[in-house]
Every structure is written in structure tokens, then in C-alpha cells.
Nanobody, 123 residues
């Protein structure tokens, strides 16, 4: 299984970026999936995710209303659209997947991780 995250870069505050997570060896349609981020000196934290067993998409309060997760089953790719970016959104963003988690918010529940893509938001 491989997850390939891409789309990071440098953007000014208020701008937008779209991250992609492409998977091989598993099908997102049949998996739980999450986006996490890790800022320098901080722990990796949940950004958003979904479970295959329900139609809800869950978001951290810090990104709710600004970030949106979507997926393209034909491309087996999940996206994280990030709008109204703030300097505090600066982090390495990771995608993760598992065939079954107890909660999409818990990083310990994911068996597969992408390599991370750096998002830098300048003020």
C-alpha cells in the first residue's frame, strides 16, 4: 500500500491550496481516511477525515468552514481543499488510511501513511 500526498507549497495568508492523496494497493471507497498535520515542535493533529461506514466527514474545529475533504473514486484520490489559510495552518500535512478505525480522529488507528507535504502560509 502506498499513499502519495502532494500539492503543498507556499501561500499568503487568505489564500488557498488543494492537497491530493493518491492511493495504490487499497481503495479509498472501502477505507477510513484522514488528513493530519504536524507543525514544528508540535504533535501530529487531526485535520479531517471520514469513515467508510458513514457519510459524515469530520473536521477539526480549527479548520471547520475553511477546509473541505472530497474524493474521486475513479482516480482513487482524496483531496483537501484549504481556503482562507492562516499562518497557523503551516505544517506538514499527511494523509492516512486504514480498512477500519475506531475513530477517524485517532492517528493511532491508521496503518498506512503518506510521506507528507509541506504547507507554508506567510503572513
Amino acid at each position: 500500500v502506498q499513499l502519495q500526498a502532494s500539492g503543498g507549497g507556499l501561500v499568503q495568508a487568505g489564500g488557498s491550496l488543494r492537497l491530493s492523496c493518491a492511493a495504490s494497493g487499497l481503495t479509498f471507497r472501502n477505507c477510513d481516511m484522514g488528513w493530519f498535520r504536524q507543525a514544528p515542535g508540535k504533535e501530529r493533529e487531526f485535520v479531517g477525515g471520514f469513515r467508510r461506514s458513514d457519510s459524515n466527514i469530520y473536521y477539526a474545529n480549527s479548520v471547520k468552514g475553511r477546509f473541505t475533504i472530497s474524493k474521486d473514486n475513479t482516480k482513487n484520490t482524496v483531496y483537501l481543499q484549504m481556503n482562507s489559510l492562516k499562518p497557523e495552518d503551516t505544517a506538514v500535512y499527511y494523509c492516512a488510511a486504514d480498512r477500519g478505525t475506531t475513530s477517524p480522529r485517532e492517528r493511532s488507528g491508521y496503518a498506512y501513511w503518506g510521506q507528507g507535504t509541506l504547507v507554508t502560509v506567510s503572513s
